[in-house]
T-cell receptor, first 112, second 111 residues
Framework: KAGVTQTPRYLIKTRGQQVTLSCSPI?????VSWYQQTPGQGLQFLFE???????NKGNFPGRFSGRQFSNSRSEMNVSTLELGDSALYLC???????????FGQGTRLTVV | AQSVSQHNHHVILSEAASLELGCNYS??????LFWYVQYPGQHLQLLLK??????LVKGIKGFEAEFIKSKFSFNLRKPSVQWSDTAEYFC?????????FGAGTRLTVKP
């Protein structure tokens, strides 16, 4: 069974640009969550999607958005990038109901 | 506000020392609790989880955790750490569809 796949693994972008990250969950998992990981801040919850609907949202500005497709794949978009957006972005999938999360390897975004 | 707190940011131990990492949460009601580990350069992996039943749960690699409901705590323990346990450890709480993580504790084990 394939794990959670995130692409790309690494990205370098310039301030002001926008970026789209992709996440393919484990087959059969319908929930996808996104997290931002930075040193000292741990994992900050961005949002969670289930069956193409956003169910939960963390405390991030509107520049951070996401969506989920009918095949459960999810994308996260960050517009007008800032230096502080440099982080490891993690995607996790679950079956959707009170179960453990399985994580991808993450996309490391560097904003210069 | 609902939160997950991990008390130690960085713990340094010698091999064979005992480990206890603290985790407290502020959610009320029924919760599911997890400890995840992130080894250097690897993705987050589940160490152990608690959903219900025996509050002392055992996970992989000799780790265990105890759920104390009255203290809103879920501390992680290991009697004797190894150099290979060097990693970052995250406590997580799941309430319904909402899973929140603590800030993480970096464990360094000196050989």
């Amino acid at each position: 069974k394939a794990g959670v796949t995130q692409t790309p693994r690494y990205l370098i972008k310039t301030r002001g640009q926008q970026v789209t990250l992709s996440c393919s969950p484990i087959s059969g998992h319908r929930s996808v969550s996104w997290y931002q990981q930075t040193p000292g801040q741990g994992l900050q919850f961005l949002f969670e999607y289930f069956s193409e609907t956003q169910r939960n949202k963390g405390n991030f500005p509107g520049r951070f958005s996401g969506r989920q497709f009918s095949n459960s794949r999810s994308e996260m978009n960050v517009s007008t990038l800032e230096l502080g957006d440099s982080a490891l972005y993690l995607c996790a999938s679950t079956t959707g109901v009170n179960t453990e999360a399985f994580f991808g390897q993450g996309t490391r975004l560097t904003v210069v | 506000a609902q939160s997950v707190s991990q008390h130690n940011h960085h713990v340094i131990l010698s091999e064979a020392a005992s480990l206890e990492l603290g985790c407290n949460y502020s959610y009320g009601g029924t919760v599911n609790l997890f400890w995840y580990v992130q080894y250097p350069g690897q993705h987050l992996q589940l160490l152990l989880k608690y959903f219900s039943g025996d509050p002392l749960v055992k996970g992989i690699k000799g780790f265990e955790a105890e759920f104390i409901k009255s203290k809103f705590s879920f501390n992680l323990r290991k009697p004797s750490v190894q150099w290979s346990d060097t990693a970052e450890y995250f406590c997580a709480v799941n309430v319904g569809n909402d899973m929140r993580f603590g800030a993480g504790t970096r464990l360094t084990v000196k050989p």
